[in-house]
């Protein structure tokens, strides 16, 4: 019984050890390419700098990792690769809301601008009476009360 024990231990130290060996390149007389962890009589071995390492034992049945150096499920990579779809796709809305945005306050500016040379230039301009729907042009005095307005508007879209 205590041989049994004894071989039993043996052998998984011998399994545990061969798990972490190094892959080796065994070439024959006849050119055949055989890749192990030991090279068989009668071939010629070069090492190959591929090390074989068995998974770590903090991975989980469940399929997650404990640790840092165990490899990723599917699971886990899929879920990392929605992850990255959503961030991308939330930058994009986001950029294009800033382009968008950006759009608008050029708009803004350069209407405000037009309506400020138009005012100081003294073009003929008019507004409407909400009451009776007739259109009145601006005098001396509308222009005056407009300038100043015209003014904080350009300032307030015109920021950059």
Do not use: W
Request: net charge positive.
């Amino acid at each position: 019984m205590k041989n049994l024990a004894l071989l039993t231990g043996l052998a998984a130290l011998t399994i545990a050890g061969a798990a972490q060996a190094q892959i080796l390149k065994c070439v024959g007389k006849d050119g055949k390419i055989e890749f192990a962890t030991s090279c068989p009589s009668g071939t010629k071995q070069q090492e190959t700098g591929v090390v074989n390492k068995p998974v770590p034992a903090a991975a989980r049945a469940d399929g997650k990792s404990d640790a840092k150096d165990a490899p990723k499920t599917t699971a886990d990579r899929e879920a990392e690769f929605r992850k990255r779809q959503a961030d991308q796709q939330a930058a994009a809305t986001k950029a294009a809301q800033a382009a968008t945005e950006n759009e608008e306050r050029l708009r803004a500016c350069q209407s405000a601008q037009s309506n400020l040379t138009a005012i100081k230039s003294r073009q003929r301009m008019s507004r409407t009476n909400a009451q009776t729907g007739e259109r009145i042009f601006y005098d001396e005095a509308d222009y005056q009360r407009e300038q100043p307005i015209a003014e904080r508007q350009v300032a307030e879209y015109c920021k950059s």
